[in-house]
C-alpha cells in the first residue's frame, strides 16, 4: 500500500492540511506572547498590533536597605491603567546585583508591578493576564531565600519614561539583637542557659504577593511547639530557627540572629489565628525550659507586619516555662522591642 501524501498534484496541500496548518499557525501566535524569552533581554509580550507605539520603559531599583545580597531576578508585569487593567506585557530578568532593567510595552498609561527574587519561574506566571489575576497569587515562606527576600512594588506610569521603583519586602524580620541571663536573688544565681535554640512559632507561611491584598493568615507551621517535619520543606529551614554558638550567661552575647516570617496581624484572633511568637529554648540545670515571646505589641497589641525588622534585647531573669506555648509570668524575663521599618512603604495605593 502506498504512504499516505499531504500533497497533491500542482504541489498544492489538501484542503484539510491547509486548515490545520492555519490552525497550528494560531495557535503559535496566540502562545508566543506568554512564552517569548525575557531572561536576555526585555522581550514584548503582546501581540504586534501596527497602530500601537511599543516602547522602553527604564525602571531603576531603590532597594539597598531591602536587598543587601543583590537583585538576583525580576518579574515586570505591565497592566494597562483602565477600568480592565488588563495585562499588557510581561519581561522575565535575570542577573547578578540588578539595580536597574529597561522593560518593552505599549505606550500609555500602565500600571507597573514588580517582583523581585520570585523562586517561581517565569511559566508560573502564564496564565496570568490582569491585575486582578497578579493580586490572587500568594507567596510561600517555604520559598524564601533570607539573602534574597521576596520583593514587590506597584506604581502608575507613563511607559516610555523611566522609573524609580521602591521594593519592599513581603517578609517581617525578627532579629535577637542580645540577650543575657540575670538570675541574681535565685538559687540558680550564675548559672547559664545552655544548648540555647532560637525559633519560631505559630508561622505564617503564606502571604499575597501585591502587598495591598490583604488576607487573614490561614496557613501556619510550628503551631505551639517547634516541628522538625514543618520545615522539611524549606529551601532554608534556617529562616525561622537558629542556635546559639555558646551558652548564655551574665556577659551579653550579641548574636544578630535574623529569623523570617509573613505578616499575621489579623483584626479579630481567634483560635484560628494565634499570634506569631518568638521562643528561646534551653537547659537551665539539666531541665528544659521555654521563654515564649509574642512579636509586636505596636500600639497595645501583637501583630507582624510585613516590611518591619522586630529588634529584641533580651534579659532573662527567671527560669522559663516548661512549654513553649504557655505565656509568661511576669518578671520571667526583660525585653526591649525596637520596631524599625525594613524599607519605608511607597505611600501610593493602587486598587485592583
Not at 522581550?43 to 537583585?71: C, H, K, M, N, Y
Not at 507567596?139 to 506604581?155: I, K, N, V, W
Amino acid at each position: 500500500m502506498p504512504t499516505p501524501s499531504l500533497t497533491v498534484s500542482e504541489d498544492r496541500v489538501s484542503e484539510k492540511t491547509s486548515i490545520a496548518l492555519c490552525n497550528c499557525i494560531i495557535l503559535m501566535a496566540a502562545l508566543a506572547p506568554v512564552f517569548c524569552p525575557g531572561c536576555t533581554g526585555p522581550v514584548s509580550a503582546f501581540p504586534e498590533e501596527a497602530d500601537t507605539v511599543q516602547v522602553a520603559t527604564r525602571v531603576s531599583l531603590a532597594a539597598a536597605g531591602v536587598v543587601p545580597s543583590g537583585i538576583r531576578c525580576l518579574d515586570l508585569f505591565f497592566f494597562n491603567d483602565d477600568q480592565l487593567q488588563r495585562l499588557d506585557a510581561y519581561q522575565r530578568i535575570e542577573g547578578s546585583a540588578l539595580t536597574a532593567a529597561v522593560g518593552a510595552s505599549r505606550s500609555g498609561k500602565k500600571i507597573l508591578a514588580v517582583l523581585a527574587n520570585s523562586n517561581a519561574d517565569r511559566y508560573r506566571w502564564a496564565d496570568v493576564n490582569s491585575l486582578q489575576g497578579l493580586a490572587a497569587r500568594t507567596a510561600r515562606l517555604q520559598e524564601e531565600d533570607p539573602s534574597h527576600p521576596l520583593g514587590q512594588a506597584l506604581l502608575r506610569i507613563d511607559a516610555g519614561r523611566s522609573v524609580t521603583v521602591s521594593l519592599a519586602p513581603l517578609s517581617a524580620r525578627i532579629r535577637l539583637a542580645s540577650i543575657s541571663c540575670d538570675f541574681k536573688d535565685r538559687p540558680y544565681a550564675g548559672a547559664k542557659l545552655e544548648d540555647v535554640r532560637v525559633y519560631l512559632t505559630h508561622v505564617n507561611t503564606s502571604s499575597p504577593l501585591l502587598a495591598d491584598s490583604v488576607r487573614v493568615p490561614t496557613d501556619f507551621i510550628n503551631a505551639g511547639r517547634l516541628k522538625e517535619t514543618d520545615l522539611e520543606g524549606f529551601l532554608y529551614p534556617g529562616i525561622v530557627q537558629a542556635r546559639l554558638p555558646a551558652p548564655v550567661g551574665v556577659g551579653v552575647q550579641y548574636p544578630g540572629i535574623d529569623l523570617y516570617c509573613y505578616p499575621n496581624a489579623p483584626d479579630d484572633r481567634g483560635p484560628g489565628t494565634p499570634s506569631t511568637r518568638l521562643v528561646i529554648e534551653g537547659t537551665l540545670l539539666g531541665t528544659t525550659c521555654y521563654y515564649p515571646l509574642e512579636i509586636g505589641l505596636e500600639n497595645g497589641r501583637a501583630g507582624v507586619l510585613g516590611n518591619r525588622t522586630y529588634q529584641y534585647d533580651i534579659t532573662l531573669t527567671r527560669r522559663g516555662a516548661s512549654d513553649p506555648d504557655t505565656p509568661l509570668q511576669p518578671g520571667v524575663m526583660q525585653t526591649q522591642l525596637e520596631v524599625l521599618p525594613w524599607k519605608e512603604p511607597d505611600p501610593l495605593v493602587i486598587p485592583f
